[in-house]
Structures are given as C-alpha cells and as structure tokens.
C-alpha cells in the first residue's frame, strides 16, 4: 500500500488554522502520512511544522504567477491538497488547475465586509468551495453558508484547538505584575479589528466605570484600530489597558476574573475555548458558532448592545456563586469537544474517501 501524500496549504494563517495545522500536521505524520505544509515563511518559525516531521516549503500569501507556480510545484503527486481558509482554497485551486488532485478546504471563519468588499468577498468564498470535493466547516451556520454558495459537499468539523498546558500557581503572581490586586480583572484577546467589537466594549467599560472598586479591563492584541481604541481609553479616562500582541495571553486568562468575547462573528473562537477549559467565567456575544460552541456554559448577549454587556460582567462579578458555576460548566462543556484525534481521524476518513484508489 503506497504512502498517502498530503499538502496542507495556509495563507496568512489566523492564529487557530496556525496552531490547527500544526496539530493536525503532526498527528497525520504519527499515522503515516506523507506531510507537507506551504505558508509563508515566518509561520514556521512561529508553529515549527518541520519540528513536527513535515516537510515545509514557504510560499507568500500572493496569488501572482510566481507564487502560484511554486504553490503548483509543492503539490505536484500529491494525493490530497487540504487549504486552510478560502484565500488558502482560491489559490490551491488555481495551483491544482488541470491535475486530477481532489482538494478538501477547511472554512476557518467568515469574512467581513459590504458594499464592494462585500461582493468580493462572496466571489472568493463561491470560487472556493466550488472548487473543494469537500467543505469543511467549523460551524453549523458556516456549513449552510458553503451550501448556499454551491458546495458539492459541507461537513460540519468543529475542529479541536489543540491543548495547551493550563499555567499552574501563576494567577496570583500573574495579576501583583500586573498591578491589579484588588480589583476585578476582565481580559479579552483578539486582534483590534473593527470586526472584533471593542468599540462596544469600551462603551460598557463606560458604564461599568462607576462600580467600586472599578474592573480594570486588558486587551491582548494588536491591530488597526489600535490608536482610535486608545484615543477613546484616553478622553473617556477609561480603565482599560491596550497590551498589544502577548505571549503570556493563557497566564492574563489564568488570572482574569472574567474573559470577554464582543466579536461582530466568531466560528469556534480559541479564547472562548480556553476560557472554558480553564474555568474562567464568559461573557460572549451570541453569533456565529458560539452559542453552538458553548452551550450553556457562558453568558451570552446581543452582538452591539453596550447595555447588556454591561450588565453581564457587572451581575457576575457581585455573584461569586454564579461564577462558580459557570467555572465547572465550562469545564464539563469543554470535555464534550472531539479531541485532536478526532479531529485527525475525520481528515483522514475524508482524505481516504476523495483519493479513491490513488
């Protein structure tokens, strides 16, 4: 029985589909499997997909011919080409044009945008799943959003963030560095797109302002409304910190009293996942994948409305039990999640079942 061949391509790579790759690359070469990984290069040094016996070959987020070429090159006897968000599948496809290779695309998340942004980004999503024999989506809404857009075949694959190891005797230590001691601290992490909700949540920040002691709210993360978001925190005298990109983001969890997810769309959002793994009390907005994702194990509110935002954070932290509740909730809801394995184990079933008798 020859080996199977498979080349998983990435575009930018959001931080879950990096980290996903990485352990769906190294669950399949455990299995097996042939391996290669094609992204842009910093994205190894961060996720280190050759440390995890894949081969690598760097190829720029571009679709131009000289990136295509190379992309086409990478995947040339390849059994399987699996691209990870739709920029990763319309590229894949233009490389894979004329090979008889089955391409499998695993739709991360939802872009944003209207008007022509919008138009745009609709052109991208049906010229990616048409060109998949299957879809994989991370939610049931995304899995109707391929249907609707021409997909052959959707899947619901709510895919494992891998597991990190959960800090142990640092919250303490965590939250005197940081200099909140006696005060409640909330923590959101997130790239500071518009997308992400942060100007609703900086006008709930406003209204919670006046409970004593006064939360102190951190924001992990780094992006383009950083100076809008800080001018406001400024004017507004906001108690709110910017902390830019960190790599302590499960140590500021560990010692938040609450986490806080104002996305305008999440699919299977990793804070809120880790959030619930490790017993920190949620407070997310309803959309997307999350309400699916979470269960009852967080408290969910309308994406927008600042009131009840507000109201959410400020009712759990005068409710020391209901947080406690919701700590060992997240915890049993986080046990009904598939593991890596399983997550690998489906890749492969549908690798299996595309490559025919490759």
């Known amino acids: 029985m020859t080996q199977l061949r498979t080349v998983q391509v990435l575009g930018g790579g959001s931080a879950g589909s990096s980290a996903h790759v990485r352990s769906l690359a190294a669950g399949l070469v455990a299995r097996g499997v042939r391996v290669t990984v094609c992204a842009p290069a910093e994205l190894d040094r961060e996720y280190d997909y050759l440390g995890c016996g894949a081969h690598f070959v760097p190829v720029p987020r571009r679709s131009d011919p000289l990136s295509v070429g190379m992309l086409r090159a990478a995947c040339a006897g390849a059994d399987v080409v699996h691209a990870h968000g739709l920029h990763a599948a319309v590229r894949a496809s233009l490389a894979l044009s004329g090979q008889d290779v089955p391409l499998v695309v695993t739709w991360h998340t939802r872009g944003q945008g209207e008007g022509a942004r919008g138009h745009v980004l609709r052109l991208v999503e049906r010229r990616a799943v048409r060109a998949a024999a299957v879809v994989f989506a991370t939610c049931s809404e995304l899995v109707d959003r391929a249907r609707e857009r021409g997909a052959r075949d959707a899947r619901l694959a709510p895919l494992a963030t891998p597991r990190g190891c959960a800090p142990f005797g640092l919250p303490d230590k965590k939250r005197a560095e940081l200099g909140v001691v006696e005060r409640p601290l909330l923590i959101s992490v997130g790239s500071l797109d518009e997308h992400r909700g942060y100007g609703v ?158």
Do not use: H, N
């Open 201 to 358: 949540l900086l006008d709930a920040a406003l209204r919670w302002r006046a409970l004593d002691p006064a939360p102190l709210l951190m924001i992990a993360g780094e992006g383009p409304q950083r100076a809008l978001l800080q001018r406001r925190i400024d004017e507004e005298d906001l108690r709110v910190r910017l902390l830019g990109r960190r790599d302590d983001a499960a140590e500021l969890l560990a010692a938040a009293d609450l986490a806080v997810l104002p996305s305008r769309w999440e699919a299977r959002s990793v804070l809120a996942q880790e959030a619930l793994r490790m017993g920190v009390p949620l407070v997310a907005t309803a959309v997307g994948g999350l309400p699916e994702l979470v269960g009852e194990a967080a408290v969910l509110v309308p994406y927008g409305d600042a009131g009840a935002l507000a109201s959410a954070v400020t009712a759990l932290l005068a409710d020391p039990s209901r947080r406690e509740d919701l700590a060992r909730a997240g915890r049993a809801q986080a046990d009904t999640w598939p593991s890596e394995d399983d997550t690998i184990a489906q890749a492969l079933s549908v690798y299996d079942e595309v490559a025919g008798g490759r």
